[in-house]
Nanobody, 126 residues
Framework: QVQLVESGGGSVQAGGSLRLSCAVSEYMYSRYCMGWFRQAPGKERTGVAAIDSAGTTSYVDSVKGRFTISQDNAKNTLYLQMNSLKPEDTAQYYC????????????????????WGQGTQVTVSS
């Protein structure tokens, strides 16, 4: 059973930066997709960024140029570097993983990912 543990959330002012980390409990084999989702109060959980085992990345339009997803396979860790944060980025952020070839088109939906972390809160004040 793959376990994911997020860290790095917090409170920042608009324009600030945060880096989220997701520690993966075991090697994810040679075919996987790992992603970051977020959920604001009263809203659906939506994809932010994803990366597959080949290193191919994808992002939702609202974070392109500001967020960067990366992975350190030696440390079994996924990252999300978030720069130029905006109040609308405020949400609970979740790390997710799926064993599959490539990531779903358009980051997919939560149903496309089998494994989830507990979430970490990001709050951006204006």
């Amino acid at each position: 059973q793959v376990q994911l543990v997020e860290s790095g959330g917090g409170s920042v002012q608009a324009g600030g930066s945060l880096r989220l980390s997701c520690a993966v409990s075991e090697y994810m084999y040679s075919r996987y997709c790992m992603g970051w989702f977020r959920q604001a109060p009263g809203k659906e959980r939506t994809g932010v960024a994803a990366i597959d085992s080949a290193g191919t990345t994808s992002y939702v339009d609202s974070v392109k140029g500001r967020f960067t997803i990366s992975q350190d396979n030696a440390k079994n860790t996924l990252y999300l570097q978030m720069n130029s944060l905006k109040p609308e980025d405020t949400a609970q952020y979740y790390c997710a993983a799926a064993i599959r070839f490539g990531c779903p088109y358009g980051l997919g939906t939560p149903r496309d990912y089998r494994y989830w972390g507990q979430g970490t809160q990001v709050t951006v004040s204006s």
